[in-house]
């Protein structure tokens, strides 16, 4: 993941990525919470949320405004967009975070993987300044242990 420092006059957001159940549940879930570049696209802040989860970003992914029934979202962001494929939605690599995330306390649902299906509520918690040489993203906060991303390996899958 690539890491930067932010620009001057840029402020930083506070993301929290919780992993969730399809149906919008997170009791008892794992979440990390990051700080990011408020210019730095959806598609950073997926990488970014992929790496504190220590999943691998190998499959396609969006963000949507309804968390239970995203395929019912009027709000939407996709990486399929950007790779040329058919979608209703924007992209992901040309939006910014703090045009997505406009207001405190704003959630989408963060799908990765269509395939596994693996869903992450992210909370715009708040806006900070920046810290001195640092360079972002930053995990700031980590809760519960991230479950494997493709389960557990047989003997028969082992090479």
Wanted: charged share 35%; aromatic share 14%; proline share 4%.
């Amino acid at each position: 993941m690539k890491k930067r420092k932010v620009k001057q006059s840029e402020k930083t957001y506070l993301i929290k990525a919780i992993l969730s159940d399809w149906h919008g549940h997170v009791r008892g879930m794992p979440y990390r919470t990051l700080t990011i570049p408020e210019g730095s696209t959806l598609y950073s802040l997926a990488e970014a949320i992929v790496d504190s989860f220590d999943f691998d970003f190998d499959h396609a992914f969006g963000f949507y405004d309804n968390i239970k029934r995203w395929t019912e979202s009027r709000e939407g962001y996709e990486l399929f967009t950007d790779i040329g494929e058919d979608s209703e939605f924007k992209s992901v690599k040309r939006t910014k975070i703090n045009k997505v995330f406009d207001k405190i306390k704003k959630k989408m649902l963060f799908l990765f993987d269509y395939g596994d299906e693996w869903h992450f509520i992210v909370e715009f918690k708040g806006v900070e300044s920046p810290k001195e040489d640092a360079k972002y993203p930053l995990i700031v906060k980590s809760v519960g242990e991230a479950p494997p991303q493709y389960g557990e390996m047989d003997e028969e899958d082992e090479p």
